[in-house]
């Protein structure tokens, strides 16, 4: 299971966490555990520990709302936010989640910052592809980088190309600019998969 540090613990709040397009109301027994997916609130109470990067609109009695949000519950019943639904990548009817790759991949000595992302590919829907800029002072070997993630990803997580940048972009308030990023990729497609 993936280590993310944003917890969030779903009290007084019915919570539908839908796997594979098919929704299941769960309330406070959650029979996923271990399972990312996408994570829906019937109520506008919640209780946020860590960084939530939504914003909870009227939300109707009867009505489900999505915050955006890919996570997975443990045992104890903290749900665990691993990613953003709209980072999330679909190659081949599978969903690979860019914030795990971003994870193993910060982990390598000479990287200091990186951006994963679908970009198109007509076979398979979308592929991975990683943007990476290197510490100060250091020089990536794509080469030995790949032997990295072969280390540390499966097959189908692992980047198919990478690029070196000398700085990615990003809001005053620090925040990854990955629209920026994808959006060079995905120009003059009707749509994003």
């Not at 990548?89 to 914030?99: D, F, H, K, Q």
């Not at 991949?105 to 979308?126: N, R, S, Y």
């Not at 592929?127 to 070997?141: F, L, P, S, Y």
Request: charged content about 30%.
């Amino acid at each position: 299971m993936p280590s993310f540090d944003t917890v969030c613990e779903a009290s007084m709040v019915d919570v539908k966490h839908a796997v594979e397009n098919t929704a299941k109301e769960i309330g406070t027994r959650f029979d996923f555990k271990g399972t990312p997916a996408a994570v829906e609130l019937k109520d506008k109470e919640i209780t946020l520990i860590g960084e939530a990067d939504f914003q909870l609109t009227q939300i109707e009695d009867s009505e489900w709302k999505s915050v955006g949000d890919v996570a997975y519950v443990d045992d104890e019943g903290y749900y665990y936010i691993c990613d953003r639904k709209k980072d999330m990548i679909i190659s081949g009817g599978v969903n690979i989640y860019p914030a795990e790759i971003e994870a193993v991949l910060h982990g390598h000595p000479q990287v200091l910052d990186v951006a994963v992302f679908g970009i198109p590919d007509d076979e398979w829907g979308e592929r991975v592809h990683a943007i990476v800029q290197a510490k100060a002072g250091e020089t990536i070997d794509l080469d030995e980088l790949r032997a990295f993630a072969e280390q540390h990803l499966g097959g189908y997580k692992r980047p198919r190309a990478y690029e070196l940048r000398d700085s990615l972009p990003r809001t005053d308030s620090g925040k990854l600019l990955k629209r920026v990023l994808r959006d060079e990729y995905w120009e003059g497609r009707a749509s994003a998969v």
